[in-house]
């Protein structure tokens, strides 16, 4: 297999600059998610590695070789697009053989190649249907099959999974992530989905308007997001975000004067600030100290939680909580927020406060 690496990659399409210059670097056999919203930019990075866009400026390497002017079938590269793009008129088998024969590889070798994989995806008994006859599923273990057998360096998925229904959603990650540790491939896989993102990832890249916002193991970007923007799109439900000063008596207040907890150490008065803190660290309370009033906007029961919308001090705040909660839409409820869980940031900036600190 391969590393990946870009230096100040620039991609733009006449004046419109899509990625101003990036920096990235992928191990051998690492698994790389490259997350954010659409138009961020993620599949033109990963289109450029592939050989499919052309860079502007800058360099890309694979396995040390710099191939900025290589064409994408000289990359040893496998993708697996959104789309499948399987060829209708040819069987499933003969979709994943196509590349082998295009390489002119025996009848025989071809064979066992396509055996072998159609063993590992769970394919065997449908080698001889027609794209049209397979579910979503199917079809994408096909297009999966079809990169495989080709045996590449470093495998590219360009949200594969975001034509198919929940449950198989799910499926087919584990699927992937198995397929990754089977082979000990280099993969890079594009989404938009944060669930995806999170579980099946060695390490996240977050981009924004063409840049990275952060990059790290899942969960150190859903403990320490380095600002707002990486808050916000990493977990489900979202980050609660309340904006409000720091007061003389070194409390964090909203503008309506509702006081929600002790202010952060060195927070100087009238400091403007925004606290974080995620649904499942926001409870129920009884009033007294600590206790924060507010007034249930929606009640969504989940099954397993119960995910609580209130209103406090004119935020909308969620609070994911465990089993059944017995309240409706316009009662008072009182809340508390978990103190060792709280996420600071500056309010003019976004940046948090302990990434400013480091």
Not at 42 to 47: P, Q
Not at 202 to 221: K, S
Request: with cysteine.
């Amino acid at each position: 297999m391969a590393s990946v690496s870009m230096r100040s990659a620039h991609k733009a399409f006449g004046s419109v600059e899509v990625i101003p210059g990036i920096d990235l670097d992928v191990a051998d056999r690492e698994f790389v998610t490259l997350v954010g919203p659409s138009g961020c930019g993620k599949s033109t990075l990963l289109r450029m590695i592939a050989g499919l866009e052309s860079v502007t400026a800058g360099d890309i390497y694979i396995g040390g070789e710099r191939v900025n002017d290589v064409p994408p079938m000289r990359r040893d590269v496998a993708m697996v697009f959104q789309n499948y793009a399987l060829y209708p008129h040819m069987t499933a088998g003969g979709n994943m053989s196509f590349g082998l024969r295009i390489r002119r590889m025996t009848a025989e070798r071809i064979r066992t190649t396509v055996d072998e994989a159609a063993r590992i995806l769970n394919l065997s008994t449908l080698l001889q249907r027609l794209p049209s006859q397979l579910s979503g599923g199917q079809r994408q273990r096909v297009a999966m099959g079809r990169a495989m057998v080709r045996k590449p360096r470093l495998f590219l998925f360009d949200e594969p999974l975001s034509n198919l229904d929940a449950k198989l959603r799910m499926q087919m990650r584990i699927e992937i992530k198995s397929l990754h540790r089977r082979l000990g491939s280099t993969s890079i896989y594009v989404t938009h989905d944060q669930i995806e993102a999170m579980t099946m990832a060695d390490r996240i890249v977050i981009m924004n308007a063409g840049r990275i916002e952060q990059q790290g193991a899942p969960e150190e970007l859903y403990d320490r997001p380095a600002n707002l923007f990486v808050a916000g799109f990493i977990g489900s439900p979202t980050m609660n975000f309340l904006r409000g000063r720091v007061d003389p008596g070194n409390r964090f207040v909203l503008d309506d004067g509702t006081v929600v907890t002790a202010a952060p150490l060195g927070a100087e008065p009238g400091r403007e600030l925004i606290l974080g803190v995620r649904p499942e660290h926001v409870g129920l309370a009884e009033t007294g100290v600590g206790a924060i009033a507010g007034s249930v906007i929606e009640v969504e029961p989940t099954g397993v939680d119960t995910h609580v919308i209130s209103d406090i001090g004119g935020h909308q705040v969620t609070a994911s909580l465990r089993g059944r909660v017995r309240t409706a839409s316009g009662s008072k409820i009182q809340m508390r927020f978990a103190a060792d869980a709280l996420h600071w940031f500056d309010a003019q900036s976004g940046v948090s406060l302990e990434r400013r600190a480091g």
